[in-house]
């Protein structure tokens, strides 16, 4: 693999990991009305 | 409820609790999960959500119009509302770092006995928990 096909390679990763380990971790609710 | 809300997609288990009211929802390990689908789907059993709250990690972006918003996943994101807590993150807005947040997604409006929740989701920030 060339030089600049890892770079862009890479570049894609830094780009890309922060969204992939986004998630929503935890929701809460309170109701009304709940028997 | 619990039988509805645990056959919503993205959601690994449920946990009610009836004396103070409250519903804990985890979602699956990827973290894919509509909370908007959510409260249709508590809605939908005859119940009424009067608040919830979220934690979530993510990217503040900045949309076309310049508002702030926190991107769960590359389809997913979430606009925040104005607070103070709003401007501790502004800073951040389209940078790599991720942080995780705690906020209220929707709050039941005064006055108002049962309503589906129509408009847009808007996360209003309570805490900034994680800055990475």
Same mark, same amino acid.
């Given at each position: 693999?060339?030089?600049?096909?890892?770079?862009?390679?890479?570049l894609?990763?830094?780009?890309?990991?922060?969204?992939?380990?986004?998630?929503?971790?935890?929701?809460?609710m309170?109701?009304?009305?709940?028997? | 409820? $619990? @039988?509805?809300?645990?056959?919503?997609s &993205?959601? @690994?288990?449920?946990?009610?609790?009836?004396?103070?009211?409250?519903?804990?929802?985890?979602?699956?390990?990827?973290?894919?999960?509509?909370?908007?689908?959510?409260?249709?789907?508590? !809605?939908? *059993?005859?119940v009424?959500?009067?608040e919830?709250?979220?934690? +979530?990690?993510?990217k503040?972006?900045?949309?076309?119009?310049g508002?702030l918003?926190? @991107?769960? *996943?590359?389809?997913?994101?979430? +606009?925040i +509302?104005?607070?103070?807590?709003? $401007?501790?993150?502004?800073?951040?807005?389209? *940078?790599?770092?991720?942080?995780?947040?705690?906020?209220?997604? !929707?709050?039941?409006?005064? &006055?108002?006995?049962?309503?589906?929740?129509?408009?847009?989701?808007?996360?209003?920030?309570?805490?900034?928990?994680? $800055?990475?």
């Amino acid at each position: 693999m060339n030089t600049r096909k890892l770079a862009l390679l890479l570049l894609v990763g830094f780009v890309f990991a922060p969204v992939s380990q986004a998630q929503i971790k935890h929701i809460e609710m309170r109701v009304e009305g709940m028997t | 409820m $619990k @039988q509805h809300l645990g056959r919503q997609s &993205g959601v @690994q288990s449920v946990d009610v609790s009836l004396i103070d009211g409250k519903v804990d929802v985890t979602p699956k390990e990827d973290g894919q999960i509509d909370p908007a689908q959510l409260l249709k789907a508590v !809605y939908d *059993s005859g119940v009424t959500v009067a608040e919830m709250d979220l934690t +979530a990690r993510g990217k503040i972006v900045k949309d076309v119009s310049g508002n702030l918003a926190l @991107q769960v *996943s590359p389809n997913q994101s979430f +606009a925040i +509302a104005h607070n103070d807590l709003l $401007k501790t993150v502004e800073p951040l807005a389209d *940078s790599s770092a991720v942080v995780t947040i705690r906020g209220e997604l !929707y709050r039941k409006p005064a &006055g108002k006995k049962k309503t589906a929740a129509s408009t847009p989701l808007k996360l209003l920030i309570l805490e900034v928990q994680k $800055k990475e």
